[in-house]
């Protein structure tokens, strides 16, 4: 792939010239050179090993060029300019299959298209996500070529891996294009494939106005500073969605969004759920030209997707926000029902309840947000006879989204709660409190590809059932780092009392 900002057009070819374009000056047999494109075509009749190819870019100007010189004169010229480039091609073996997403890694979405064009600005991070998958080999690296500075961030589950590359140009890279590219590599055995390659071209323009974006856990608020961006027209600026257009007061450009509307787009990663948008700038609709400078702003909001959620004896707690500098929030809701219909919460004044031991406790788990197109998942709960969910005596109610209380029952549900009940229960010993602490995770619903789609992973070493004098126990074997295990004693009391966000056990 070449490419040209100033739209000329540009071809290979081989070199010829044994002093000043190449040394060998070879061409070698099985592979095709389209010199219009600038592309190198490989048709598999030759053998395995490395070649060196010796080709020379031409720069064929669409108008004439002036060259002035330091004497003070100048002339027209319309020549080609030219650079040289030199590579090594390496031939390996046949491949069983060259369909891609087997042995060959096949590139997903995200992943941008070969020669898509990206605009960032100086001091602004530029981010995009490389998806690739494969089915019988072994996905095992990504590799890339780019501007000093790129960072680059590999995920692997399973047959698919992601890479997350990212750069923040400089003042010095203001004005400039780069053309980042990248494959993804698997292995089986000795053998090594490769993706097809892709290369995107990053165009780095000046530093960007100010603006700050406030993330609610409903909404986006963008405000942009009129003063730092020269020739803003607020009255020509609209969000991805056009019908979506933007207030302004005396200083700043704002626009407010909910994160289902305006054109916003959800994106995530392996911790967070990521929604974008962007404001810019339009003319008249039916002009040929413009005089306004175009604007494109782009602005996101990262949410964790993760969160934990309590529920213990004491004062009813307000629900739990999971925040984070930098990010926005989503509300969790932990509370207690009165009967499998989950029509009535459990008031908080009426507390203390007495439940018999054995009587079903109905809870739910309720993410509170505006967002349509994400599912709630329940990755873990243990109950603790104290307020710390990492104390050593726990018993498992959920491991890794599988359900591991046998009394434990899920009711019908929607994607932003979950429904269930078990029975009453108490700790051996002297422990007159149960407290239960479950780990919840947000994910977009469409995606197969999350941790919420993959739903229950059983444990490499499943839990054991054991009788100990009359009492069932529920332990690990030995190997693992967790305690053996919690009996629950059949001659245990007889009620439980529990207050909102929280279990209690009485005589």
């Not at 069983?96 to 060959?104: I, M």
């Not at 203390?352 to 054995?358: A, T, Y």
């Not at 726990?394 to 890794?400: G, L």
């Amino acid at each position: 792939m070449a490419y040209d900002p100033d739209g000329d057009q540009v071809k290979c070819r081989y070199g010829l010239n044994s002093y000043t374009e190449c040394s060998a000056c070879q061409q070698h047999s099985g592979f095709y050179l389209d010199q219009d494109n600038c592309s190198l075509h490989y048709f598999g009749y030759s053998s395995s090993g490395a070649r060196v190819f010796e080709l020379v870019l031409e720069d064929f100007p669409r108008q004439h060029i002036w060259l002035h010189y330091s004497t003070g004169t100048s002339r027209s010229a319309r020549s080609p300019r030219s650079i040289p480039l030199q590579f090594i091609v390496r031939v390996d073996g046949a491949v069983p299959s060259c369909t891609e997403g087997l042995y060959l890694p096949k590139l997903l979405y995200p992943t941008p298209y070969n020669g898509q064009i990206f605009n960032t600005s100086v001091d602004q991070e530029w981010e995009i996500t490389v998806k690739a998958q494969a089915t019988v080999s072994h996905l095992s690296d990504f590799l890339i070529s780019g501007p000093l500075n790129i960072t680059e961030r590999e995920t692997f589950h399973g047959s698919v891996a992601e890479l997350t590359i990212s750069w923040t140009p400089t003042e010095t890279d203001n004005g400039n294009h780069f053309a980042i590219c990248f494959i993804a590599e698997s292995k089986l055995g000795y053998n090594v494939y490769h993706s097809e390659m892709r290369c995107v071209i990053l165009s780095v323009g000046p530093k960007t106005g100010e603006a700050n974006v406030i993330c609610s856990e409903t909404t986006m608020t963008v405000e942009v500073q009129k003063s730092s961006i020269i020739g803003l027209h607020e009255d020509h600026l609209r969000l991805n969605d056009p019908s979506c257009t933007l207030a302004s007061n005396g200083t700043h450009v704002i626009g407010t969004m909910s994160l289902n509307s305006c054109g916003t787009v959800l994106e995530e990663d392996d911790d967070n759920l990521i929604f974008k948008n962007e404001i810019t700038s339009f003319d008249e609709p039916y002009a040929v030209i413009t005089r306004r400078h175009e604007v494109e702003i782009m602005f996101s909001c990262m949410y964790p997707k993760t969160g934990t959620v309590s529920l213990e004896f004491k004062a009813h707690k307000i629900p739990y926000v999971f925040t984070e500098k930098g990010f926005g929030r989503f509300t969790y809701h932990f509370e207690f029902f009165h009967s499998d219909l989950f029509y009535h919460m459990v008031d908080p004044s009426t507390y203390p309840v007495e439940v018999p031991l054995k009587e079903m406790l109905y809870m739910e788990i309720r993410a509170t947000s505006s967002i349509t197109n994400t599912v709630l998942f329940v990755e873990s709960c243990r109950a603790t006879p104290i307020d710390d969910p990492n104390y050593y005596l726990f018993y498992s109610i959920i491991e890794n989204g599988c359900i591991v209380d046998g009394t434990l029952v899920e009711y019908p549900r929607n994607n932003s709660d979950y429904k269930f009940g078990m029975e009453a229960f108490k700790f051996i010993g002297n422990y007159d409190e149960v407290f239960i602490s479950c780990s919840v995770i947000l994910c977009t619903a469409s995606d197969p590809d999350t941790r919420c789609a993959q739903g229950c992973i059983m444990p490499l070493l499943p839990l054991q059932s054991t009788t100990i004098e009359g009492d069932q126990c529920l332990s690990r074997p030995p190997a693992t780092t967790f305690p053996r295990g919690l009996c629950v004693s059949k001659e245990a009391l007889t009620y439980m009392k529990f207050q909102n966000n929280g279990l209690k056990a009485s005589a």
